[in-house]
Structures are given as C-alpha cells and as structure tokens.
C-alpha cells in the first residue's frame, strides 16, 4: 500500500530562521511527486512537481528537493506570509493508475 | 485559478437526508476527483473520474456515489447523510494522464446534524 509521512506536524518559525520540512513515501514505482501549500479554508494549491532522485526545483524562498525515499521542502529565511499547512502526495506508477495520495501536512507558522 | 467551481461551499443538512455536491470545470480536464478532508486524517479520495460516464472508487467511498454526464460536472451524493460524514470536501481536476497535478476548488463545507 502506498504511503506518505509528513513531519514535524507542526513547525513554528521565526520570521528569517531557516528550515526543513520532510516528507517520506512508500510506492510502488514512483511516478511523480507533488507539493502542495493550503491557507485555511482554501484548496490546496499546486507548487511543484518531483519525478526522480536528484531532482530539485525552486520557487521564491522554498526549494523542494528528492530522493528514493523521500522529499525535503526548504524554507530559506521565510516571511509571515508563509504559513501555511503544506501537503506533500504522491502518485504511483505501478497499474498507470491517476491516484494521488497525500500525507496529513506540515503546519508552518512563521512569526514576526 | 484553475477554473473549478463548487457549490454550495457551506451546507448544513440532518442526519439521513440526501445530500449532492457539485463541481463544474472551465478546462475541460479529463480526471476529476472528490476527496474529504478531516483532521487527523488529511485528504482521503472518495471517487475520480476518468471520462463521462467512467468513474472508480477511491479508498473512502463507501456511502457516496458519484455520476458525470458532462465533461465539465462531477456530482457527489450522499444517500443518506451521517455525522460521520460531516467533513470539507474539495473537487480537483487534472488534465493529462501521467504525471501532472491535481489542481482543486475552494472546497464545500458539509456538516451533518
């Protein structure tokens, strides 16, 4: 069965202070992996797509980052404005099948 | 935005009555998607959809049933309503197969009295 923890649950940072959120996955062939960021009361909002071990992509102060068991989100010197609660999932390759299965998220609250 | 519209976003309704959810979509994607989000649990998906008329079970389905008779409309029905379903749901769409995102609504508020 396929799997995704996300950790810590929650993580309260100071505005500036530097961090990592982690994301480990069990699959059975791994054919993407996504992130994704979700203000209260809003759908969660697509920020990047993973596909292979090695793979990074960057976007403003986050940069994601893979590996063959699991994914980082980097936070570099975050602002308020970037809490949020941030879902990872992932899609399995084995069967071609179009699921997508998330972790329970990491709540981030960056203080000023 | 990605062009997905769900209504009612807030719904409060009692114990045993049918409840139908709707999602409406301006990008004509093939896949769309129901999953429930609750706390401690994250988001769980109920039904998808691969095409009018063409729809599989997710790992939550039971007590929900799912019908598209349009590309555009994805409706989610709950029979008859329980507490436990009291929950957010959210609709996503995606468009080619392979390995490309989900992109959802702002999610319909269900709380079952």
């Known amino acids: 069965e396929d799997q995704v923890t996300q950790s810590p649950e929650a993580l309260r940072l100071q505005e500036g202070e530097s961090s990592s959120l982690n994301c480990s996955y069990t699959v059975s062939g791994l054919r993407g992996l996504f992130w994704y960021r979700q203000d209260p009361g809003k759908g969660p909002e697509f920020l990047f797509t993973?596909?292979?071990a090695g793979e990074e992509k960057e976007k403003e102060r986050l940069k994601a980052t893979l590996t063959k068991k699991e994914s980082f989100l980097h936070i570099t010197a975050p602002k308020p404005e970037d809490s949020a609660t941030y879902l990872c999932?992932?899609?399995?390759?084995?069967?071609?099948?179009?699921?997508?299965?998330f972790g329970k998220g990491t709540k981030l609250t960056v203080n000023p | 935005d990605a062009g997905i519209t769900q209504s009612p976003r807030h719904k409060v309704t009692e114990t045993g009555t049918p409840v139908t959810l709707r999602c409406h979509q301006t990008?004509?994607?093939?896949?769309m998607y129901w999953y429930r989000q609750d706390p401690g649990h994250g988001l769980r998906l109920i039904h998808y959809s691969y095409g009018v008329k063409d729809t599989d079970k997710g790992e939550v389905s039971d007590g929900y049933s799912v019908s598209r008779s349009k590309t555009e409309d994805f409706l989610l029905t709950l029979e008859s309503a329980t507490s436990s379903q009291t929950s957010v749901y959210f609709c996503?769409?995606?468009?080619?197969?392979?390995?490309?995102?989900?992109?959802f609504g702002n999610g319909t508020r269900l709380t079952v009295t």
């Open positions: 996503a769409i995606k468009g080619t197969g392979g390995a490309s995102p989900l992109h």
């Open positions: 990008e004509n994607h093939r896949y």
């Open positions: 999932a992932v899609q399995a390759g084995q069967g071609g099948s179009e699921k997508l299965v």
């Open positions: 993973l596909y292979s």
